[in-house]
């Protein structure tokens, strides 16, 4: 489990590659980065674990080169932190033996390694060093060997963005188990004209063909293996790219960055992502954007380059068309969270997979998981969190609505009969549930009428029919009734439905059903 509280520390400046777009690699080439004293060091972990954090991360500059680093991770261990996060750019681990002086402090570990390109050439045109990318295959080999956790990340520019769609087969050969893309701040730059930043800054349009296929890559990849990959595209602007979006996010979990200020002095702990978003903006037309909440804008340096007209605010039917599987689900129902909030209910989001609403006596909640819902929709469940009786017959009921009035129509309406209907209509409602949809027939709603549940049922070609489920003396009755002439859709609809029904044969000895 991911520790809840994280810091990270910059153990200087001093680099051993040239990276275009960093200051660490700048200060170094000028004379400017020092080693750094273990002291200071040591004093701010103390403070860090006293504070409750249990996640470490040491970033430079190059961590590795420091003097005092092994010093360092070893304190780090003895205190307690429960993850230790080594972010490299995997040139002095080449050597094997550096790589296990770290592992024989008997930390846990995590690699991430910073990959400036996924090809030879990007990686070493972007941090100006010719045999960079060859030492990390040769320190991804080490880890690897070793079993341990490598993640890999890589700072986009105009230099390396090419080359995104490689990092599939990369990160599958080597056993990285996450990737992180971050758009370039120019204020992490150093000393650089005009016309280095706009050439490492294009516009992000021209970028996102080469991001939409390195997704489609992983898509790929995960279904060879059957399960997801976790890759990430940072800052860039939710609507430039709307097939991203559930790749993409802006900020993170809360990190407190303690960092080098110029005099190569250890900072005051600061919030990450606060700092971040300083030298960023948006216009006022964003504020009409489903994804406004979540997006921090586009840097000012890369405004004043190519202006703004990119951001066009996300509205349903854009987001709708380019988020067909509903990953983004709670920003899809925003507007049935308006109304709800309309009728007096509370709804808060979990995530983007899970809405929960909240009326008076009941509590539902809107999932992407369908499994064992009250009620489904296409791409969503209806779970009952909470109630029973008519507080939740009600809730059901405006819900219901609330969710016709959205134009959502359901696979199985919500039953709000099961939780006060009798035994056995109760059972066979939620194992008509378990079974539906059914071809050609909607399931248009379920009400209960004393000790007798209704379903509204209709055919693809107009049919329409009332199934009735009841209970006498405890055993289960039920029949049908069709509205005006039986239709033939409706015909092997309702022959589907009553064969779920119908008993099943007991096996030889097995008691009736």
Not at 99 to 126: M, N, P
Request: net charge neutral; hydrophobic share 40%.
């Amino acid at each position: 489990m991911e520790p809840e509280r994280q810091v990270e520390i910059q153990l200087g400046h001093l680099c051993n590659n040239r990276c275009l777009f960093c200051v660490s690699g700048q200060r170094t080439a000028m004379g400017e980065a020092r080693p750094m004293a273990a002291a200071p060091i040591l004093e701010r972990l103390d403070a860090a674990y006293a504070a409750g954090h249990r996640k470490l991360t040491l970033l430079g500059g190059e961590p590795t080169l420091q003097p005092a680093f092994l010093e360092v991770v070893q304190h780090a261990v003895d205190l307690g932190f429960e993850e230790i996060v080594v972010f490299t750019n995997g040139v002095r681990t080449a050597r094997a033996e550096l790589v296990d002086a770290v592992l024989a402090t008997g930390g846990r570990f995590t690699w991430r390694i910073s990959i400036q390109g996924a090809t030879e050439e990007a990686h070493c045109r972007t941090t100006g060093k010719p045999r960079s990318f060859q030492r990390i295959l040769r320190t991804l080999a080490h880890l690897r060997e070793r079993d341990q956790r490598v993640t890999v990340n890589m700072c986009v520019v105009g230099s390396n963005v090419a080359s995104v769609p490689r990092f599939p087969e990369l990160v599958e050969r080597w056993g990285v188990e996450q990737l992180h893309l971050d758009l370039m701040r120019p204020l992490d730059a150093g000393e650089r004209s005009e016309a280095e930043l706009r050439a490492m800054m294009p516009p992000y349009s021209e970028m996102a063909p080469a991001f939409e296929a390195m997704i489609e890559g992983f898509r790929a990849l995960e279904a060879r293996r059957g399960r997801p990959f976790d890759v990430n595209i940072g800052n860039l602007p939710y609507c430039v790219a709307p097939r991203l979006i559930p790749w993409t996010h802006h900020d993170g979990e809360h990190t407190e960055t303690i960092a080098i200020d110029g005099d190569d002095r250890l900072s005051q702990p600061w919030n990450k992502y606060l700092v971040k978003r300083r030298d960023k903006l948006k216009p006022e037309r964003c504020r009409r954007c489903l994804m406004h909440d979540r997006c921090s804008g586009v840097f000012e340096t890369y405004a004043r380059f190519h202006g703004t007209d990119e951001l066009v605010p996300i509205d349903a039917a854009r987001l709708a068309a380019v988020d067909p599987e509903r990953r983004l689900l709670t920003r899809h129902l925003r507007p049935l969270a308006r109304r709800l909030r309309g009728l007096g209910a509370v709804t808060r989001e979990r995530g983007e997979a899970r809405l929960e609403v909240r009326f008076d006596g009941a509590a539902f909640a809107l999932d992407r998981a369908r499994e064992g819902a009250a009620a489904r929709y296409a791409h969503f469940g209806v779970h009952v969190l909470e109630g029973r009786g008519a507080p939740l017959a009600e809730a059901a009921r405006q819900l219901a609505d609330a969710l016709e009035a959205e134009g959502l129509q359901p696979e199985v309406p919500l039953s709000e009969a099961i939780a006060g209907a009798p035994r056995t209509v109760a059972a066979r409602l939620e194992r008509l549930a378990r079974r539906a949809p059914f071809v050609g027939l909607a399931w248009r709603s379920t009400r209960l009428e004393g000790d007798r549940a209704e379903l509204a049922l209709e055919a693809d070609d107009g049919g329409r029919a009332t199934l009735w489920l009841g209970e006498r003396e405890g055993r289960a009755r039920g029949g049908y009734e069709v509205d005006g002439e039986p239709t033939p859709g409706l015909v092997a609809g309702l022959r589907a439905l009553l064969a779920v029904l119908r008993p099943r044969r007991p096996r030889a000895g097995a008691p009736a059903e």
